[in-house]
């Protein structure tokens, strides 16, 4: 039997390679930077970009000599029927939770090494803090992350943690002290490292003891106050609680021992 390594499609190998390293970056790259990174000619890219432009995949930024990641990748993972079932199931209950708390929340998933925002509802107070649907960030890098690291199989925490000491940057005893925190706790709860006014609290989704979202409420403080922080955060536990009664899919199909979800 011939096994799927032996057979190689350049074309569409370079295509990927394009997608992966734009979607990885944090700032837009211009062809130049790509043809580096790549180790690749202009010219053997150049029709790539086009194309992969030409479909929605990339865009040209406003100065039009860098590209960036589009959300196409991630709406076409929305068609999956285990995200679709995760979201409608979730956001009646995201929705009740913001009006009662005058916050808004995300939903979250793991994807590679990184947390994405599938869902948002935003505060119906005229202040509030939203991340758009489609953000990405290290796992290790935020509230999310750590609660869907920390409510994982001792293997499946083992595998992630083997593919994220791969990073320069990773801080393995901070990141665990953190994980170490949540389990405890059975949520997160800690000032924002992007907004200094903002609480993060952050709360999973569990199916079968393993996490395979998170419901994370970025809290503004506010006068008058709805709810307060220590209010919001009974709030959200008890409809993640809700939650994780209602989920009836398996929950490999959103969360893999690889650290992934259909792809976004």
Partial sequence: MVTGTQYRAPAL???????ELVARETEPLTLSQISDRLDRSKGEIFRMIQVLEDRGYIARTATGDRYSITTRLFMLGMYQPPVRNLTAVALPAMEGLADRCWQSAHLVV???????VIARVDSPSDIGYSVRIGHRRPITQSASGAVLFAFQPADVRQRWLDRLRLGSDFDEAEFLARVALVQKRGYSKSRSDRVGSITDLSAPLLKEGRAIATITIPFVKQEPERASIDETLKLLLSVVNELSQEVKFNVSTIVT????????
């Fill in 13 to 19: 190998e370079k295509g990927l390679d394009i997608l």
């Fill in 257 to 264: 021992p690889g650290l992934t979800v259909p792809e976004l």
């Fill in 110 to 116: 793991a994807s590679d090494d990184e947390i994405v």
